[in-house]
């Protein structure tokens, strides 16, 4: 157990709805960062957020949006989903500087029908 | 943009073979960090490397990072049932936070 939480586990949902996930950083941890594994690939880099700025951003769709909250939880936000997004989002959580140890949440897997 | 390759993809061994996966990033790396996804499971952290040429030993595990802080390389002795899943190489450059991940190599370990 990494101490990073994300709910849901599973989300199935069609194509054109909007879609919110969570995760919760280890105590202690400033940074979260969001990633997308589709089937058999690997990790992209989404989105880093630092005490509530964004830090980071990679290969992220203008259709998604992410947000770090007071409390240090984080949320990102998937609309206008395409059957393309089905994926695995995992979170993680690092201290915060450069160099860091990050540690993975468990995922949520999202299924677009 | 950066790049990092890592080869093999896929990688069949027989318990008790050696296994090598190779790390290649187009652009120099401040550090370098290898990382373990079993089947159904999230990406666990193994260890980091931030000095050229540096090498690290983790039991049957050796790491290596390159002269040129380009590539890096994990070498597992002796495989094992319980080695098998994806690696992944996660490389960092200077003065930014976010990590490109490699395409990650699959290692099967044949009993």
């Known amino acids: 157990d990494s101490g990073v939480t994300q709910t849901p586990k599973h989300l199935i949902t069609a194509t054109g709805q909007r879609v919110t996930l969570r995760c919760s950083p280890r105590?202690?941890?400033?940074?979260v960062y969001w990633y997308q594994q589709s089937l058999d690939q690997g990790l992209q880099f989404l989105i880093q957020?630092?005490?509530?700025?964004?830090?980071a951003k990679g290969n992220i769709l203008e259709r998604f949006s992410a947000q770090q909250f007071p409390d240090l939880h984080s949320e990102l936000n998937l609309s206008s989903l395409e059957l393309g997004d089905s994926a695995l989002y995992f979170c993680?959580?690092?201290?915060?500087?450069?160099?860091?140890?990050?540690?993975f949440g468990p995922g949520t897997r999202l299924t677009v029908l | 943009g950066q790049q990092v390759m890592q080869i093999p993809q896929y990688q069949h061994v027989q318990e008790g073979e050696d296994f090598t996966t190779y790390c290649n990033s187009s652009t120099t790396l401040s550090n370098i960090q290898w990382y373990k996804q079993r089947p159904g499971g999230h990406p666990v952290f193994l260890i980091q490397?931030?000095?050229?040429?540096e090498v690290k030993k983790q039991k049957r595990l050796t790491f290596q990072f390159g002269e040129a802080k380009k590539n890096s390389s994990l070498h597992i002795t002796a495989t094992q049932t319980t080695d098998v899943g994806t690696y992944f190489c996660?490389?960092?450059?200077?003065?930014?936070?976010?990590?490109?991940f490699g395409t990650g190599t699959r290692l099967k370990v044949l009993a």
């Open positions: 490397l931030v000095k050229s040429g």
């Open positions: 105590s202690g941890d400033l940074s």
């Open positions: 996660a490389g960092q450059t200077s003065g930014t936070y976010k990590y490109i």
């Open positions: 957020y630092y005490n509530g700025e964004e830090r």
């Open positions: 993680a959580s690092s201290v915060g500087g450069e160099g860091d140890t990050q540690y």
